[in-house]
């Protein structure tokens, strides 16, 4: 069913209830593609979906307009979940022109070849008029592909935002105040760390360039429309684009026969300071999409393994990989785990924590076989030390 968000502005999307793995993202909430349809003098096609969901765009769009009445497919974003039905929806609609910087229009053309298409390429800044709507291009590149985009509708002061201020979330509901919020923002917030964590420079200089402009509605490419909650998520982002630390420490570990998981719950125990969230992950059973969403907001974290084949155990491996690629800013943190006849799997854990850029409070903790009560008290003591740490790095926050 389609949603006007505006007059003769609709939201014409997809909502995906069933996928669970978006590209290696676990998507427990499924997701929705969205594409808006502005009816005007000339009318215009915000975005497309998914390939597969190009006929129901199509069937959407065809409750409101023709879509071979439609002038103008504007392309935000090449990535093929938002562009991969373009092909076939400017087949129905033979007299519409794509929309798009230089960047996107050349990654098109690579997935998806479009010789035929009739281009209007647009730049940073540019404007179109439908009649009473103007759209405004601005180019938000790395944020998070290089040819990203945002369209701006001046006179409605609405953002289509493509992915960013997104959330994958199926719901009957289109707008943000008509669901539980607290859910919208949590998986927003997960949205960020999994898809946008490693671009929060670039996010950053969109966000103050945004600023300049006077925003009622933000209309991400993901999930809820924004329009109750404009200034919360606007802030939110800005928190997130610099991994703004709460007082709160990840233990993130795995174990063979429970000396390393001893290990983690002394770490826990120690940590568990007043006011310090301490929260456990198990990298073999809490997927990495967890992971990442963790470790956003966290000042501290410690990450443990016991020595497996002169390395540490894959899953911990998997996990560091993808954090290390996501690139969490400004965290504190040590190594550890449990050996019997080479020490290497916590050395290994503790050499990419120090790629991440994350100031290692000491040298890796180590344990030969089980741990003792001693090595049990130097956990409690190393968690205490990471629980300070993470109450004055969130104090230095603010
Ligand atoms: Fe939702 Fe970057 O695509």
Redesign the pocket.
Same mark, same amino acid.
């Given at each position: 069913m389609t949603t006007e968000l505006r007059k003769g502005i609709y939201w014409v999307g997809h909502v995906d209830w069933s996928i669970r793995d978006f590209h290696g993202y676990l998507t427990d909430r499924g997701s929705t593609y969205n594409a808006y349809l502005i009816v005007d003098e000339k009318i215009a096609l915000i975005d497309t979906v998914k390939s597969p969901y190009a006929g129901h765009l199509l069937a959407m769009i065809s409750e409101i307009v023709d879509p071979a009445r439609i002038d103008y497919v504007v392309c935000n974003?090449a990535?093929p979940? !938002?562009a991969g039905g373009l092909t076939e929806v400017l087949k129905a609609c033979p007299r519409a022109e794509l929309v798009c910087n230089a960047k996107c229009l050349d990654t098109l053309r690579r997935y998806q070849g479009g010789a035929d298409w009739k281009v209007k390429p647009v730049s940073d800044g540019q404007t179109l008029s439908l009649g009473r709507n103007t759209l405004k291009f601005i180019d938000t590149p790395m944020a998070?592909?290089p040819e990203s985009m945002f369209t701006y509708v001046v006179e409605e002061k609405l953002l289509f935002s493509?992915?960013v201020f997104?959330q994958h979330y199926a719901t009957v509901h289109r707008f943000d105040d008509q669901d539980d919020l607290s859910v919208v923002m949590a998986e927003a917030r997960t949205y960020y760390a999994n898809?946008i964590m490693l671009y929060g420079k670039q996010v950053t200089k969109v966000l103050d360039r945004a600023a300049g402009l006077p925003i009622e509605m933000i209309a991400p490419? !993901?999930g809820l429309i924004w329009r109750n909650q404009v200034g919360e998520i606007v802030q939110a982002y800005r928190d997130w684009s610099v991994c703004k630390p709460k007082a709160k420490v990840v233990v993130l570990y795995d174990s063979m026969w429970g000396s390393t998981e001893a290990m983690a719950l002394a770490i826990v125990d120690g940590a568990a300071l007043p006011g310090v969230t301490v929260t456990l992950l198990k990298a073999r059973t809490d997927h990495i999409t967890l992971q990442a969403t963790e470790i956003l907001d966290a000042a501290c974290l410690a990450v443990g393994t016991p020595t497996l084949n002169m390395g540490m155990m894959p899953e911990v491996g998997a996990g560091l990989i993808y954090l290390k690629g996501l690139r969490p800013v400004g965290k504190s943190g040590f190594a550890f785990g449990s050996y019997g006849w080479g020490k290497n799997g916590a050395q290994e854990v503790s050499e990419i924590l120090k790629q991440m850029k994350v100031d290692l409070v000491r040298e890796p903790l180590l344990s030969n076989y089980a741990p003792d009560a001693a090595i049990l008290d130097e956990c409690r003591v190393a968690g205490r030390l990471l629980g300070e740490r993470a109450l004055a790095l969130a104090a230095a926050a603010g």
């Open positions: 974003h990535e979940d !938002h998070h592909w493509m992915d997104g898809i490419s !993901h």
